[in-house]
Nanobody, 126 residues
C-alpha cells in the first residue's frame, strides 16, 4: 500500500517562498520509481496540474508556475519536493502530491491513475 503525506504548506506574503514536501511510504525499494507530481485546487475551481517528474528525472510545469516552481525528489529519503518562489495570491490552493499507480512516464491525464496525499494548504496574501 502506498501512502503520501504532504507538509510545508502555510501562509506567506506575495513574493515569498515555500517548499512543499511529500513523504512516500511503500513496502519495497522502488517507492519513487514512478511518475510523480503536484496538483492544486483552489476553492470553487477544478483540480489543476502544477508539475511532474518522471523516472528519467524529466520535469514538466504548468505555464502558470514555469520559472517560479521547481520539482525534485530525494530517492534516498523517499521525498518529493516542490520549491515555490515568487509566490502570487493566485497560487493559493490546497496542494496535493500524487504518484502514478503503475507507470514511470507522465502522460496527460495521469492524475486519474494516481495515488494521492491528503493535501497541504498554501495561502499567499497580497
Amino acid at each position: 500500500q502506498v501512502r503520501l503525506v504532504e507538509s510545508g504548506g502555510g501562509s506567506v506574503q506575495a513574493g515569498g517562498s515555500l517548499r512543499l514536501s511529500c513523504s512516500v511510504s511503500m513496502h519495497g525499494t522502488f517507492a519513487m520509481s514512478y511518475c510523480m507530481g503536484w496538483f492544486r485546487q483552489a476553492p470553487g475551481k477544478e483540480r489543476e496540474w502544477v508539475a511532474n517528474l518522471d523516472t528519467n528525472r524529466r520535469t514538466s510545469y504548468a505555464d502558470s508556475v514555469k520559472g517560479r516552481f521547481t520539482i525534485s525528489k530525494d530517492t534516498a529519503k523517499n521525498i518529493l519536493y516542490l520549491q515555490m518562489n515568487s509566490l502570487k495570491p493566485e497560487d493559493s490552493a490546497v496542494y496535493y502530491c500524487a504518484r502514478h499507480r503503475s507507470s514511470g512516464i507522465c502522460r496527460p491525464g495521469w492524475g486519474d491513475l494516481a495515488h494521492w496525499g491528503q493535501g497541504t494548504q498554501v495561502t499567499v496574501s497580497s
